[in-house]
């Protein structure tokens, strides 16, 4: 989080009204990797590169390339929920 | 000077908005002030306004849609009385919360039931704690006027609240009265345009409008509209006195009406005020020393000032159009005594529930209250605080 | 205010006395008055018994309640004797205006020992006649404007013909019905006491 990220210390008079943020794509800054209890483990010998677990992923932590093809979990925002794991057709994914 | 018409409260109210040109109106007829909209939608029909007119389906959906309209970068304006301000309800509190400058013509009528399409304010006094700033109009010139005030207070940077001006449903809105209407263009440029700071269509700047508020935040943002609340008064201040710079009339949070030394006072909203002053001219002929504080500005509440003009006087009667149902007063009473008691200022004061559901009041009426009045300044004896004006009696 | 000058209107759904109460505000306002005119709604349907009300004055008119002490009372519809009690509170100064066909026998045996003037107009041979239809409200607003004395007959009629240009802006053909109504009507009203 930047400096000037508002947070539980910041006075009433330094917040924007209405709870207003002026600025897009922030949720990124918010790390919910600190909410996992169990880890995804990525086995890319199983994949097919189907796609279907990049959707699910509540926390947009499934990165992929410009072919759509998928890398290793962003663990800074995976929370563990084991949505993907659940949704893999290929056992590619296993809660660890 | 102005221009000399004769019309009534709702033609009065739908001019303004005509005057004033919003980007969006998005209303639902509700009796009294369906003409209100109805009168707009021909304006937009004649083409006369290039408004956005939004039909929607229901007083939530009027709501809402000047809520979108109005975090979009858009002046919003609608319509309502009694059930359709209750069915407003969530959407009150969201748009004041959120911090848009929506203008409400409020034509007071009593919230059912049983069912009662007439004059009250019960509606009003609904959403006294909603965080709209609330201007109450004795006649249909006061509604217009408000009207043409309400957008350069609600939208100014210190306020950003939304406001809702008050007329008596019936009494001012179907009664044909003389107005000085005010030439369009004069009009325009008083009003001015709406250049908000964030909105939602500005590209340049993506938002996000109503987010999770949690523990950690909402306490904050309640302080923050509490804060424009009290810069509402410095700014209702300044703008009335820009209206009357420009238009020439005169106005404040309350008018006094006879109170350089008024020693009974009565204390009341709306058409009654104009009904009590009636009342206290007759008196005055025979040498009683009545007098009236009209409250204009209820929301935010003129406390200080309005302790400070009372504090001469030997008794004091607060009149409530509505009756809070809580065993010891109405809310015009509450908060006027509760002000006095902060300045330290105590005269005997009694509280009068009348008018409820259209209940006819007359000078007559009034007239009765003012000889309590001298009663109780005799006696100093208040008797029973709670008292009915108007009511059927055992 | 001395000048104040109060009108009651009784009349039944559907037959003008509210339209007739806004046109006489309308009037008065051209010649300069301050006005109120205003109903007093209950429940809207064709036959109800209806009151409207007038205030007129030549200075602001602050108080807004209904009217108990009317200067003038005018009864759209003769039946309604029966129904309302049409003379209350009216002054014995002022007047009553009734639209019937009855004589000062009847119209005073159904009116509480009213003992100020009576005026009767037959409003429905008036506008059969130059309406072709019964509109019994334009007759009943000329002449309560000639018992009142609100404004000079002159005044009233070149008033009126503006406010029916722009009324019927759109049935023209009925301008000089209307305006014969009014003429005939200032001129039969007819005091029977």
Sequence with gaps: MTEDTINKNTPWQKLPIGGNIYTSGNAEEFKTGDWRSTTPVYIPEKCKQCGLCLPVCPENAIPCDANGNRGEFNLDTCKGCGVCAKVCPFQAIEMK | ?394 | MSNLIEIRWHGRGGQGAKTASLLLADAAFNTGKYIQGFPEYGPERMGAPITAYNRISDEPITIHSNIYDPDYVVVVDDTLLDAVDVTAGLKESGAIIINTTQDAEFLKSKLNGYNGAIYKIDARKISVETLGKYFPNTPMLAAVVKVSQIMSDEAFLEDMIGSFKHKFAKKPEVIDGNMAALRMALEQVEKVN
């Excluded at chain 2, 937009?44 to 849609?65: K, L, Q, Y």
């Excluded at chain 2, 309400?150 to 449903?169: F, N, S, T």
């Excluded at chain 2, 238009?247 to 020693?263: I, K, Q, S, V, W």
Aim: a negative charge; hydrophobic letters at 40%; glycine letters at 6%.
């Design chain 2, 1 to 394: 000077m102005g221009i000399r018409e004769r019309l009534s409260g709702n033609e009065a109210a739908a001019y303004a908005m005509k005057q004033i040109n919003p980007d969006v109106v998005a209303a639902f007829p509700i009796t009294p002030s369906t003409e209100i909209p109805q009168y707009f939608s021909m304006y937009v029909d004649n083409g006369e306004v290039d408004t956005e007119f939004v039909p929607v389906e229901s007083e939530h959906s009027a709501m809402s849609a000047c809520i979108g309209a109005e975090a979009a970068g858009a002046r919003a304006m609608t319509a309502t009385s009694a059930n359709g301000l209750s069915l407003m309800w969530e959407m009150i509190y969201i748009a004041s919360s959120l911090r848009l400058p929506i203008v409400l013509s409020l034509v007071n009528r009593a919230v059912s039931g049983p069912l009662n399409i007439h004059n009250d304010h019960s509606d009003a006094m609904g959403v006294r704690d909603a965080g709209w700033i609330m201007l109450f109009s004795e006649n249909n010139q006061e509604a217009y006027d408000n009207i043409l005030m309400a957008h350069r207070i609600a939208e100014h940077k210190d306020v950003q609240l939304p406001l809702m001006v008050c007329q008596d449903g019936f009494i001012t809105s179907h009664s044909i009265e003389n107005i000085e209407l005010e030439d369009t263009d004069k009009v325009k440029a008083f009003v001015g345009t709406y250049k908000p700071e964030h909105y939602l269509l500005n590209a340049d700047e993506p938002m996000a409008v109503g987010p999770l508020d949690l523990q950690a935040f909402l306490f904050e943002h309640k302080k923050q509209q509490a804060e424009a609340m009290r810069n509402a008064k410095r700014v209702v201040k300044e703008v009335s006195e820009d209206f009357e710079r420009t238009f020439g009339r005169h106005y404040e949070f309350f008018e006094r009406y006879y109170m350089d030394d008024a020693e009974l006072v009565v204390v009341a909203m709306n058409s009654t005020a104009g009904t009590a002053k009636a009342a206290i001219n007759e008196l005055r002929s025979q040498g009683i020393r009545a007098g009236l504080i009209k409250v204009r500005m209820f929301r935010p509440f003129p406390a200080e000032e309005i302790a400070e003009a009372l504090k001469n006087a030997s008794a004091i009667a607060v009149l409530d159009k509505s009756d809070s149902l809580n065993g010891c007063g109405g809310a015009l009473y509450e908060d006027v005594v509760s002000a006095m008691f902060t300045s330290n200022i105590h005269v005997p004061t009694v509280n009068y529930v009348y008018g409820i559901g259209g209940r006819d009041t007359t000078t007559d009426h009034i007239k009765t209250v003012f000889t309590d009045l001298r009663m109780i300044a005799d006696t100093k004896d208040i008797g029973n605080p709670y008292r009915y004006l108007g009511l059927r009696e055992e």
